[in-house]
């Protein structure tokens, strides 16, 4: 047996449908040989505050070791897990193929969906993670003016914090009722794909509940940047939420039923000859590593995974085919760049960094740390000093750049990044600044 490993890292399918995967007494077995592990190793200790949780534990205990922790405990462990996937990407060296099989992420989700399935969540968790609900309710007209000052409201906030712990300080995405889909028609015109590469020139934006409902902008400058190269661009027709909401809450039957609404109309438009991308990092990872391990055996979903990319990676691949446009008429100097974690484990590189660093007189100054937001966790009371503490390293290179640009993938992990600075006063959209620099 080797100790650590060298080769690059496999992924195993998770067997979210068998009866053992279900078991208490497995899973207690499994996390407690996991556990052991990582407490005799602790490289990632610098990451979410799992592991820091689950340290304090073992020093805590009678016997200094994982076997004197009460295994009421490991409860405290997962729910400091976002799955962001970065202990297994870029820190452990006992991933498969190594004989050890540690999988943390994965094992964080079977706990989560194990105690989801006997315990249920808090209401306010359901309704968070609830996106296609929460954004179709609150974007009715004269509704979304309502949410967004109550949203503003410290006082508001303050009786939120008191009735759903949701923390005052945290910054809560706005709602829209002009969202992306009225928005869209007028702009899209006709373009005669052309393939390149991989690449089909012909591109369905899957807009996410996030992207059609809460910054429909983004959306719109998706739209010109891909038309401004001449690709075909339409939003997907009909779509509910990815599910990685309710994937990092551990309700697996909600994941189910948002995939079989999903996957048909994706599979269908991969047929009819699109590639397929989202302007969320989350979105894009679902589709492409959390859905296909979720159902190894299902073609339709290997077949979307397969069509999606990251934006930035299509630019990229586009722009190695000689077929992206690098005429720009404004610079954009320096810009600090958080690059989103559920970005950074698609194994693709810099490549936001990459396409915007074409631009004449333009600096990326790559941060490559977590930003703590996760989607809720930086929202919930409970957790939302933790966030914090995890963006720190984060707002601190940030300030010490003082750029003239702060960007990041993840709308969320910037606006969070944002919040905390004292140099910053808006975040962008890396596709935002393209449109930008393009003059459009």
């Given at each position: 047996?080797?100790?650590?490993?060298l080769e690059?890292?496999?992924?195993?399918?998770?067997?979210?449908?068998?009866?053992?995967?279900?078991?208490?007494?497995s899973?207690?077995?499994?996390?407690?040989?996991v556990?052991d592990?990582?407490?005799?190793c602790?490289?990632c200790?610098?990451?979410?505050d799992?592991?820091?949780?689950?340290?304090d534990?073992?020093?805590e205990s009678?016997?200094l070791e994982v076997d004197?922790?009460?295994?009421a405990?490991?409860?405290?462990?997962?729910d400091?897990?976002?799955?962001c996937?970065l202990?297994?990407i870029?820190?452990?060296?006992?991933?498969?193929?190594?004989?050890w099989?540690?999988?943390f992420?994965?094992?964080?989700l079977?706990a989560?969906a194990v105690?989801?399935?006997e315990?249920g969540?808090k209401l306010r968790d359901r309704?968070?993670t609830?996106?296609?609900r929460?954004f179709?309710t609150t974007t009715?007209?004269?509704v979304d003016?309502?949410?967004?000052?109550?949203?503003r409201?410290?006082?508001m906030?303050?009786m939120l914090d008191?009735?759903?712990?949701?923390?005052?300080?945290?910054?809560?995405p706005?709602?829209n009722?002009?969202?992306l889909?009225?928005r869209?028609?007028?702009?899209?015109k006709?373009?005669e794909p052309?393939?390149?590469g991989?690449?089909?020139?012909?591109?369905?934006l899957?807009?996410t509940?996030?992207?059609?409902?809460?910054?429909?902008?983004i959306?719109?400058d998706?739209?010109k940047?891909?038309?401004h190269n001449?690709?075909q661009?339409?939003?997907v027709p009909?779509?509910?939420?990815c599910?990685m909401p309710?994937l990092?809450?551990g309700?697996?039957?909600?994941?189910d039923?948002?995939?079989?609404?999903?996957i048909p109309?994706?599979a269908?438009?991969?047929?009819?000859g699109?590639?397929?991308t989202a302007?969320?990092p989350?979105?894009v990872?679902?589709?492409?590593?959390e859905?296909?391990l979720?159902y190894p055996?299902d073609?339709d979903?290997q077949k979307v995974?397969?069509?999606f990319?990251?934006?930035?990676?299509y630019?990229w691949l586009?722009?190695?085919?000689?077929a992206l446009?690098?005429?720009f008429?404004?610079?954009?100097g320096?810009?600090?760049?958080q690059?989103?974690?559920?970005?950074?484990?698609q194994?693709i590189g810099l490549k936001?960094?990459d396409?915007?660093?074409?631009?004449q007189?333009t600096?990326v100054?790559a941060?490559?740390r977590c930003s703590g937001h996760d989607?809720?966790?930086?929202?919930?009371t409970?957790?939302?000093?933790?966030a914090?503490?995890?963006?720190?390293?984060v707002v601190r290179?940030?300030?010490?750049?003082?750029?003239?640009?702060?960007?990041?993938?993840c709308?969320?992990?910037?606006?969070h990044?944002?919040?905390?600075?004292?140099?910053i006063?808006?975040?962008?959209?890396?596709?935002?600044?393209?449109?930008?620099?393009?003059g459009?």
């Amino acid at each position: 047996m080797k100790e650590g490993s060298l080769e690059a890292p496999t992924r195993h399918p998770v067997d979210w449908q068998s009866d053992d995967f279900w078991d208490k007494a497995s899973l207690d077995q499994e996390l407690e040989r996991v556990f052991d592990i990582c407490h005799g190793c602790r490289r990632c200790v610098s990451l979410c505050d799992s592991f820091p949780t689950l340290f304090d534990l073992v020093d805590e205990s009678s016997t200094l070791e994982v076997d004197g922790v009460d295994k009421a405990d490991y409860r405290k462990v997962v729910d400091q897990c976002y799955l962001c996937d970065l202990c297994y990407i870029t820190k452990c060296p006992y991933v498969p193929p190594h004989d050890w099989n540690v999988d943390f992420p994965h094992l964080m989700l079977r706990a989560k969906a194990v105690a989801f399935r006997e315990n249920g969540a808090k209401l306010r968790d359901r309704l968070l993670t609830s996106t296609d609900r929460l954004f179709s309710t609150t974007t009715i007209p004269l509704v979304d003016v309502t949410v967004n000052a109550v949203n503003r409201s410290p006082t508001m906030r303050k009786m939120l914090d008191k009735v759903a712990q949701i923390h005052p300080e945290a910054p809560i995405p706005r709602v829209n009722s002009n969202t992306l889909k009225k928005r869209s028609a007028p702009l899209i015109k006709p373009i005669e794909p052309t393939a390149l590469g991989e690449t089909t020139g012909k591109l369905a934006l899957y807009a996410t509940c996030y992207g059609n409902y809460s910054s429909p902008e983004i959306g719109v400058d998706f739209i010109k940047v891909f038309q401004h190269n001449d690709l075909q661009i339409e939003l997907v027709p009909k779509e509910l939420c990815c599910g990685m909401p309710k994937l990092e809450l551990g309700d697996l039957d909600s994941v189910d039923k948002l995939k079989c609404a999903n996957i048909p109309i994706l599979a269908r438009l991969v047929d009819e000859g699109y590639d397929l991308t989202a302007p969320i990092p989350s979105c894009v990872l679902m589709y492409k590593q959390e859905l296909p391990l979720l159902y190894p055996d299902d073609d339709d979903v290997q077949k979307v995974k397969e069509a999606f990319y990251d934006p930035f990676e299509y630019l990229w691949l586009r722009h190695k085919q000689g077929a992206l446009k690098t005429k720009f008429p404004k610079a954009l100097g320096a810009i600090a760049y958080q690059v989103a974690c559920h970005q950074r484990v698609q194994n693709i590189g810099l490549k936001t960094r990459d396409v915007l660093e074409l631009v004449q007189e333009t600096e990326v100054n790559a941060i490559e740390r977590c930003s703590g937001h996760d989607g809720t966790y930086a929202v919930k009371t409970e957790t939302h000093d933790r966030a914090v503490k995890i963006a720190r390293p984060v707002v601190r290179k940030v300030d010490q750049q003082g750029p003239d640009h702060f960007i990041s993938d993840c709308p969320m992990a910037a606006s969070h990044i944002a919040n905390l600075s004292d140099h910053i006063d808006q975040a962008d959209h890396p596709m935002t600044l393209l449109r930008i620099a393009y003059g459009l």
